[in-house]
């Protein structure tokens, strides 16, 4: 069974730095996209950044604060998150796919989430 295990979400203040983790079971780990996603309350889900072999793309929203990384020898994606504000407050997922796309119907695999809280 394909696993993604997100881990790293908390509670941190306005202007804090925070980084996300997700191990993924998928093989070879190295050929997926991975991306992160994430929904706020009552919001719908939107893209974070993506990343493939060496390209990455990133929202508008998180770009400059946020950066995506991955270590293909842990099979881990990572998702380093700076001067963060309260409207990141959200769930954020990790997930797989064949193509470093923003859309979430191109991705096969997903994690459970994990909760990130911005206090002003």
């Known amino acids: 069974q394909v696993q993604l295990v997100e881990s790293g979400g908390g509670l941190v203040q306005a202007g ?7 191990a993924a079971s998928v093989r070879p780990f190295s050929a997926y996209a991975m991306v992160w996603f994430r929904q706020a309350p009552g919001k719908e889900r ?3 950044a993506v990343i493939a072999w ?4 990133t ?3 998180v770009k400059g604060r946020f950066t995506i990384s991955r270590d293909n020898a842990k099979n881990t994606v990572y998702l380093q998150m700076n001067s963060l504000k309260s409207e ?4 954020y997922y990790c997930a797989a796919g064949p193509h470093p796309t923003t859309n ?9 989430g994990t909760q990130v809280t911005v206090s002003s």
């Open 54 to 57: 060496v390209t990455t793309n």
């Open 88 to 91: 990141d407050t959200a769930v």
């Open 46 to 48: 939107e893209f974070v």
């Open 16 to 22: 804090g730095s925070l980084r996300l983790s997700c």
């Open 104 to 112: 979430e119907r191109d991705y096969v695999y997903w994690g459970q």
């Open 59 to 61: 929202a508008d929203s």
